[in-house]
């Protein structure tokens, strides 16, 4: 019998019923239209794991970049944070499939069966039963792409070199897409925040692998993924910034913050 992970925050960080889930992604994607100028794929995201409410708006500006490309990415590496249990290094999810309101995507055997011979790898379910920094990214993948596998990967107590470890390991051709789910600074007063957000964005646009988790709760395998992007020579792009302050309900004494980052081969730059 195969194994599904179900959705934990459905109805929560975003809409629970699959058609309102459906018009809800729809129109985030379609309020930031692909750029036809630009000439390749993106090969790794950096994306926000909010609530749509917060930060939908942004995760679509770089989810909309795959528009052109839906049939040519066949595996999404997906990375996030491991926000309620504790993991040593990595963890996978111990299953064949992980489900959201639209479906089931699978996951990929052969890249799993692959990474399970890392020392920092391990399959570990309770890691992944609440986790959403990775649940919330399903349904923009399934709305951009066509048919793809997925290699989830919760990220706990690991070293940047760990995680690039990981990502060398799976890192495929332009089949191939990964994605790191993070947000950015937490809960600072609104000016301060963007301050700090801006000042993370730039380490990034430098390729400087030595980010903190007061910069971003998905430090460690975003600069894991720095580390790759220098040695691979790929060129980042910042397609916006917000934070929870700018939605008109939520308190601007505490905020959150959410930028979308792109990568492609530095000689492809994304402009």
């Not at 999810?93 to 391990?122: K, R």
């Not at 000016?191 to 030595?210: C, E, F, G, V, W």
């Not at 691979?232 to 917000?242: A, I, K, Q, T």
Request: charged share 15%.
């Amino acid at each position: 019998m195969r194994t599904v992970r179900p959705p934990a925050v459905a109805g929560s960080f975003y809409p629970l019923e699959p058609g309102s889930l459906r018009r809800e992604v729809a129109r985030l994607l379609a309020a930031t239209p692909c750029d036809p100028r630009n000439p390749v794929c993106p090969k790794a995201l950096i994306v926000p794991h909010a609530g749509y409410v917060y930060s939908g708006a942004t995760a679509a500006l770089a989810y909309a970049r795959l528009k052109p490309y839906a049939s040519d990415i066949r595996k999404v590496v997906l990375l996030g944070p491991a926000h309620r249990v504790a993991a040593p290094g990595l963890a996978l999810p111990n299953v064949d499939m992980l489900a959201t309101p639209l479906g089931t995507v699978p996951v990929d055997g052969d890249s799993i069966q692959s990474l399970l011979a890392l020392p920092q790898v391990t399959a570990n379910a309770a890691v992944h039963a609440m986790e959403h920094s990775l649940e919330v990214q399903l349904p923009f993948l399934q709305m951009a792409l066509e048919d793809f596998t997925l290699v989830p990967l919760a990220v706990g107590d690991a070293s940047a070199s760990e995680v690039a470890q990981v990502l060398d390991c799976v890192w495929g051709g332009p089949e191939t897409l990964i994605v790191i789910s993070s947000d950015l600074s937490h809960y600072q007063p609104y000016a301060q925040a963007r301050s700090t957000d801006h000042q993370t964005l730039r380490a990034i646009l430098n390729l400087k692998p030595d980010l903190t988790p007061r910069q971003a709760c998905g430090a460690t395998p975003i600069n894991g993924l720095l580390q790759v992007a220098q040695a691979r020579d790929l060129h980042p792009e910042v397609l916006g910034m917000c934070n929870s302050g700018d939605s008109a309900s939520y308190d601007r004494s505490r905020v959150v913050g959410y930028a979308a980052v792109v990568f492609a081969p530095a000689n492809h730059v994304l402009h």
